[in-house]
């Protein structure tokens, strides 16, 4: 089984240009978040889906934004790159909300912004 | 927002030692939950505590609930270098509609 998939792995970008992460998961997983993970500190949650056509803001929502036109995907954009950006991006699902269900997470998407 | 404290944040070890990791906060949380994450790899779940008090073991892993459900503790006993990584703990709101995750203890088990 292949969970949650996300591409790419590494990326370079310049300020200012705009990018999209790439998850999919293949459990049939009705919830999708996507967490970023900066160096010595815990994961922040982004944004959630709870179902197709479902989005919500997280804790750190500002400059990105993500669609659910399917359950298997769950793109995370970033429009106008900033350095602010650099991070380590996490897509995860959950077979249910988060209270008692695990997360099951990708292998991140290590961003850089110069 | 709740906060979740994580101590010690670094913690290098030999092989054969016992160690316990914390997770605090002033909060209280429904339940927590524990992850494993090793380097250019995503957090994977350990266990999940319920109960106030509760106990539970994963071989040489022993993680605990406090009673008033707002810390939690894991204990290893006779690390091993395969014990190496970054320990996550992540607690649940009474809603039951937000996790918040710690900061994490990133652990070196040396040969």
């Known amino acids: 089984n292949a969970g949650v998939t996300q591409t790419p792995k590494f990326r370079i970008l310049k300020i200012g240009q705009s990018m999209t992460l790439q998850c999919a998961q293949d459990m049939n997983h009705n919830y999708m978040y996507w967490y970023r993970q900066d160096p010595g500190m815990g994961l922040k949650l982004i944004y959630y889906s709870v179902g197709a056509g479902i989005t919500d803001k997280g804790e750190v929502p500002n400059g990105y934004n993500v669609s659910r036109s399917t359950t298997e995907d769950f793109p995370l954009r970033l429009e106008l790159a900033a350095p602010s950006q650099t991070s380590v991006y996490f897509c995860?699902?959950?077979?249910?909300?988060?209270?008692?269900?695990?997360?099951?997470f990708g292998n991140g998407t290590r961003l850089t912004v110069t | 927002t709740q906060l979740l404290e994580q101590s010690p944040q670094f913690l290098s070890i030999q092989e054969g030692e016992n160690l316990t990791v914390y997770c605090n906060s002033s909060?209280?949380?429904?339940?927590l939950q524990w992850y494993r994450q090793e380097p250019g790899e995503g957090p994977v779940l350990l266990v999940t505590v319920v109960t106030g008090g509760e106990v539970k073991k994963l071989k040489r892993l022993t993680f605990q609930f406090g009673d008033a459900r707002k810390d939690s503790s894991l204990h290893i006993t006779a690390a091993q270098p395969g014990d190496t990584g970054l320990y996550l703990c992540a607690g649940v709101n009474n809603a039951g509609n937000m996790l918040t995750f710690g900061g994490g203890t990133r652990l070196m088990v040396k040969p």
């Open positions: 909060s209280v949380f429904s339940s």
């Open positions: 995860a699902s959950s077979h249910e909300g988060r209270g008692y269900s695990p997360l099951h």
